[in-house]
């Protein structure tokens, strides 16, 4: 009792009425009671009619299915309601009135439903539907996966379900499902005014010979409804035989040319996309014949009137592969695998070095044996080294990583010239492809797609080192392939910055915080490698006279760097090539900076660029006037500075130079204020502290380090103009080291002594600006410098009230600041450092860290060519660009969410299962719409003889969108012809497997007589309509069904036979 | 006008979401960036704000209906040298306040200039607002308050003449720049980094001198 009424505290939510009848004593009225209840609650207690069945509303409409749970004794049931929802739009019911034409009794819903001819066969619809042609229907089935195979216990439930459908005035068809879940048996029973309808089933594995045809069947159905009569017109049978194709041939198998695994190895441009199988595995059509009369048709073991060429309609269905493996999806997937290794550098590197030593005489045999390795071209060298590594070009793509990893872990080292084009393709930048232009252009704004991703440029050295690894990753050899990749790249931005050579691809502005964080490391690098240039491009002349006079061991060094300035002249022209000679040297005696590349620190101040090839020759003779320009002794009085100052864009010239123009030489600066820098030791710096005396006006030092002056202000305290001087940059920075930055000053809080600390932290610039002023300006005062820096700080002749808060930093660090120009100050940005840390960053990441700072840029590219193919696409899948919209999207936000970076700067983190998980989902999507893209393909191919493309495109569309589609004219139709001829193919194929032996002579005789234009069919199904009366001739005439499927391994009957109960 | 709800301080129930966003302060100098902050986030005003050196660093929580905003604000200088940092700032900024000073010409010109260049170089969805700082000097007066409204309505900004001095609007800038902003993605969620130092529970419109409330004279 309590039990039933648990059951329905489950069932029914907002229970109005509640009937608790203790005259139930057994189990089994409990059951029903609950049966009864659900039914209620259901609101199927009434009769109801409905609008007619539409054409194929079985498969178009949309279908809800209602569960509820319940018990027999401790047995738990559920008991589900499909039904095919309203149309809200159209009429429901009908009035039933009107149907009063003679005294016949309307059918109920059910049976009309059932024999409706519009929906035979449905495309798409619950088995229950599709063999009884059913809108409605219940089903009880046991909740445990065993089934119901005890035949009383069938019965029983059988039982149950009757009275509960008597009981409740319920006229909705209930199935019981019986015996094993997959035998999908169901035993059912429907009730309703004056009569009663027994479902039974069939399903054997073997047809029996005996109703393997429709005479047989029609034999059988006839018989157990009745009906004696031969002649009787009264039974219609509907027919529908299904071919398979599974073989398309040589012109409709897709890839038409599979992807070369050795080309997929070595092509690093662009990812490549596309399916290595076909998608569509098999097509089925299906011949139907609907409605016909039953006793016209023969169909027999002789003779059957069921020819599929000449059936009334054709309609086809598209099977696809389930789990396709595409490549764009496969890198994608390799790739993240590798991000989940945890092995170091050294430890996948070590392994290799093991491996070497043995490996040396196998490569030395290679060359000789190999005749393509001495070859010149590059390609040929490419691919034949790939199959060192990619033996089995059948089976590589089909693998998975795990074997994958096992060939890397087999054989270990990518061939050295492999390799090196792979460093080549890295680190040289061919001319671009033209994806770039053509989808981003139309962007206006300089905030473009790679910026939403937070990835990087095209063609950038990011994007080419992200090609490199996710290519190697999955063609040579996983993780330790990519160690290695990632191993040379480090070593070549050492060997770069140790040379002063740009990096290729990578831009000259500071770090774009909207690019991933590996890409604004390489611009930070590059940031680095540019100043260091810069500045031992002045330094070799001044240092090496210098050094020439304290110490004559450093000649040679001076000559080399002659010698490297005349190599600049020559190839002025270029200035990403410009080769600089390391100033191993020199670096020797400064022992107080940290590295090898600060040598330069100790320079003096000579500003020469090589890039401009008009200046260049006149380089050796300016190196006089620059070495006396730069001599600490030079009193080189305020206008005597003679300088042609070329800055960035705007070429400014300073007419104050007249004195001296003798000197044709020309400073060519590329950045304004770059002098920087360049910091004479620290030593001076320390002497000039003694002259603590110096105050604000101070005019005893000659004027250094201008730049330009300052509209037509004077100073205000003595007779000259006011100067701009040059200043250091601003420090650039990556966007770790900015929130590194960030934790910092918030950590101070927002309290007068934090704010203090931090204005001081950031006060060094000022300081180097202030002195930089004071150098330029002798005799200057702070209003000055004011009126220059902050003109709003400066009203009405004096300084505002802000500026003269006492205690101040800006006054306070103008009065500690000594006139020191910027090229002798101390660098505020050390690059020798800055670079360090970045290789020090790069150098310690695992590869699967590094690995994982590339997602983002692989991730770029994948959608750049997702969307292209998609485009291709979009006659046949209009819905895959808004598909694609989804996929950037969410892209976009995953990649802004996901910070590689701590509070402390320089160090990884690795990403979070969050991150992961929707990164796979991700990729999931990608892969989603690359087999959508790879179906439609291999459609649009195989059905490309139909006509022009946009009907291809049109047809291919009707294909994706729906289950089944019928065809035009059947067999004669244009895609009927196709269709024919691709089975056509299959069948010579297989009856030349068939019979080999007729191989030659007896072709021509053979062929065509014997092959048949289809296959057997792999399926027939027949529904089979009659009226009679029954159970005995006086009895009322009523409808009965009966659908038969004959397969190959399953036949199946299943039998709707209505019973008249009030008469007989 | 001046009054808007006060908005609920820190005590916020923690089951709302609670979304981080950085905001960046642009204008030419002096014309009062680092006084809104001030206001903002402490509810206080110096006549003499020392000229900010670099940028300043502060957060300050409000609450909306179901959500917690943080903002992370970075009060820039204004310098012309220190232009170039500015992209370092605005960069991942989610939101923005480009400041200039109602009694000066130049420095509306020079907000103008600031909001192309976010337009063009920031994140695309950044909010931008406008503010006409010193409002309280009205008989200064030189930028007219319908010229910059209707510039604002052109280019989509939020707009509000504010001072920091008297209090008006402040509150109610930030306010409607946390209102504007999404607070489904990105942005949002729980901060990536742990709270700052700063002492949000005693921020804002907590503050017993009321001075953050909004409610100006």
Known sequence: ?1064 | MASRAPQRPNNASPQGKICQFKLVLLGESAVGKSSLVLRFVKGQFHEYQESTIGAAFLTQTVCLQDTTVKFEIWDTAGQERYHSLAPMYYRGAQAAIVVYDITNQDTFARAKTWVKELQRQASPNIVIALAGNKSDLSNKRMVDHDEAAAYSDENGLLFMETSAKTAMHVNDIFLAIAEKLPKNDAGGTAANRPTSGVDITQGGGSNPQGGCCGRSQ
């Open chain 1, 1 to 1064: 009792m309590s039990e039933s009424e648990d059951e329905n505290a489950v069932v029914q939510e907002d229970e109005v009425f509640e009937i608790t009848d203790f005259t139930n004593a057994s189990d089994w009225e409990s059951f029903i009671t609950q049966i009864e209840e659900i039914i209620t609650n259901w609101n199927l207690t009434s009769y109801v009619k409905l609008q007619p069945l539409q054409n194929n509303e079985i498969t178009n409409g949309d279908w809800e299915a209602v569960t509820a749970h319940l018990k027999f004794t401790n047995v738990p049931f559920t008991m589900t309601l499909h039904r095919l929802k309203f149309k809200p739009d159209t009429e429901q019911f009908v009035e039933e009135l009107n149907e009063e034409d003679d005294d016949k009794i309307p059918h109920p819903q059910y049976v009309e439903d059932m024999m409706c001819i519009d929906n035979d066969f449905p495309a798409r619809a619950h088995c229950i539907a599709r063999w009884y042609g059913l809108r409605c229907f219940l089903i009880l089935s046991i909740s445990s996966s065993n089934g119901i195979t005890n035949q009383s216990k069938c019965n029983l439930l059988t039982s149950s379900v009757s009275i509960a459908l008597s009981n409740m005035s319920c006229d909705v068809p209930f199935f019981v499902q019986i015996q094993e879940n997959w035998r999908r048996m169901y035993e059912g029973k429907a009730v309703s005014t004056g009569m009663s309808t027994q479902f039974e089933m069939v399903h054997l594995k073997k047809c029996p010979q005996q109703y393997a045809y429709l005479s047989g069947l029609l034999h059988l159905f006839k018989n157990k409804i009745g009906l004696t009569s031969l002649l009787s017109g009264e039974t219609r049978v509907s027919a529908r035989f299904t071919y398979v194709l599974h073989d398309w041939g040589i012109d409709g198998k897709w890839p038409a040319k599979p992807p070369d695994p050795e080309a997929v190895a070595s092509h690093f441009g662009t990812l490549l996309y596309g399916c290595l199988e076909d998608p569509v595995t098999e097509l089925q059509l299906a011949a139907v014949w609907p409605s016909m009369t039953g006793d016209l048709v023969i169909d027999n073991d002789i003779h059957s009137d069921f020819k599929p060429l000449s059936a009334p309609r054709w309609v086809v269905r598209l099977c696809y592969a389930d789990d396709l493996t595409c490549l764009l999806s496969s890198y994608l997937y390799e790739f993240i695998k590798a991000t989940n290794r945890t092995e170091s550098m050294s430890d996948l590197l070590n392994v290799l070095e093991d491996h070497t030593t043995d490996k040396h005489l196998g490569q030395a045999l290679e060359k000789i044996t190999d005749p393509s390795a001495g070859g010149m071209l590059p390609g040929v060298k490419l691919a034949s080294g790939l199959t060192k590594v990619v033996t089995d070009s059948q089976t590589l793509f089909r693998k998975s990583a795990y074997t994958l990893g096992r060939i890397a872990a087999v054989r270990g080292r990518i061939p050295r010239e492999v390799l090196n084009n792979i460093k080549s393709y890295m680190f040289f930048q061919e001319s671009t492809n033209s994806r770039q232009s053509s989808s981003q252009q139309q962007q206006a704004s300089t905030y473009t797609f790679y910026h939403k991703l937070k990835a990087a440029p095209i063609d950038s050295l990011t994007h080419h080192l992200a090609m490199c690894a996710i290519v190697v990753n999955l063609c040579h050899g996983g993780l330790s392939a990519l160690a290695q990749v990632w191993h040379v790249f480090v070593s070549e931005l050492r060997t770069m910055l140790d040379k002063g050579e740009c990096l290729p691809g990578i831009d000259s502005s500071k770090p774009d915080l909207n690019t991933c964080l590996l890409h604004q490391k390489l611009q930070m690098l590059n940031c680095c490698i540019q100043r260091k240039v810069l500045r031992e491009q002045r330094s070799p002349r001044s240092s090496s006279e210098v050094d020439f006079k304290v110490n004559p061991s450093f000649v040679d060094i001076s000559e080399d760097l002659t010698e490297s300035n005349n190599h600049n002249n020559h190839m002025a022209t270029d200035e990403s090539k410009n080769e600089t000679t390391p100033l191993k040297e020199v670096d020797k005696y400064d022992g107080n900076l940290e590295t090898s590349e600060n040598a330069a620190a100790s320079s003096n101040h000579s500003e020469r660029l090589s890039s401009n090839d008009s200046r260049g020759k006149f380089s050796v003779q300016s190196d006089d006037e620059d070495e006396f320009f730069e001599c600490e002794s030079d009193i080189d009085l305020g206008d005597t500075e003679q300088k042609h100052i070329t800055s960035g864009d705007q070429h400014q010239e300073i007419s104050e130079q007249q004195s001296l123009d003798q000197v044709s030489f020309t400073v060519n600066s590329n950045k304004t204020e770059d002098g920087a820098i360049i910091s004479r030791d620290d030593v001076e710096h320390s002497t000039n502290e003694n002259k603590d005396s110096m105050v604000d006006i101070d005019v005893s030092y000659p004027a250094e380090g201008r730049l330009k002056p300052c509209d037509d202000l004077n100073l205000l305290r003595c007779n000259s103009s006011l100067f701009i001087p040059h200043t250091q940059d601003h420090a650039p920075v990556t966007e770790d080291q900015l929130e590194e930055q960030a934790e910092v000053f918030s950590k101070l809080g927002d309290t007068k002594e934090g704010s203090k600390v931090r204005a001081k932290m950031q006060s060094a610039s000022l300081r180097s600006d202030m002195e930089a002023f004071k150098s330029a300006n002798p005799g200057c005062v702070l209003e000055d410098f004011v009126r220059w820096y902050s003109p709003r700080d400066f009203e009405n002749g004096e300084l505002s009230q802000r500026m003269k808060i006492p205690q101040n930093l800006w006054v306070t660090t103008w009065k500690s600041a000594k006139p020191v120009p910027a090229h002798r100050q101390k660098r505020i940005f050390d690059d020798t450092k800055e670079a360090e840390k970045v290789l020090h960053f790069l150098t310690n990441l695992k590869p699967a860290e590094a690995a994982q700072m590339l997602i983002p840029v692989c991730t770029h590219e994948a959608l750049l060519v997702l969307r292209l193919a998609s485009d291709a696409m979009k006659e046949s899948l209009p819905s895959l660009p808004l598909i694609c919209n989804q996929i950037e999207a969410r892209a976009a936000q995953i990649f802004k969410q996901w910070h590689m970076y701590g509070s402390v700067a320089n160090q990884f983190q690795p990403w979070t299962k969050d991150i992961q998980s929707k990164v796979e989902d991700l990729f999931r999507q990608i892969t989603f719409a690359e087999t959508m893209i790879e179906r439609a393909r291999s459609l649009q191919h195989k059905f490309r003889n139909l006509g022009d493309t946009a009907q291809v495109n049109a047809f291919v569309r009707q294909l994706l969108e729906h289950p089944e589609v019928p065809l035009d004219e059947a067999a004669v139709g244009p895609v009927g012809c196709i269709i024919k001829y691709y089975f056509q193919n299959q069948q010579n194929i297989v009856v030349e497997a068939e019979s080999p032996l007729s191989s030659e002579q007896s072709e021509d005789v053979r062929l065509p007589k014997e092959i048949p234009p289809l296959p057997k069919p792999a399926g027939r199904e027949f529904i089979i309509r009659a009226s009679n009366s029954y159970p005995s001739p006086f009895s009322r005439k009523l409808p009965h069904r009966m659908y038969a499927v004959l397969m190959q391994n399953e036949f199946r009957l299943a039998s709707a036979v209505s019973h008249d109960s009030t008469f007989f």
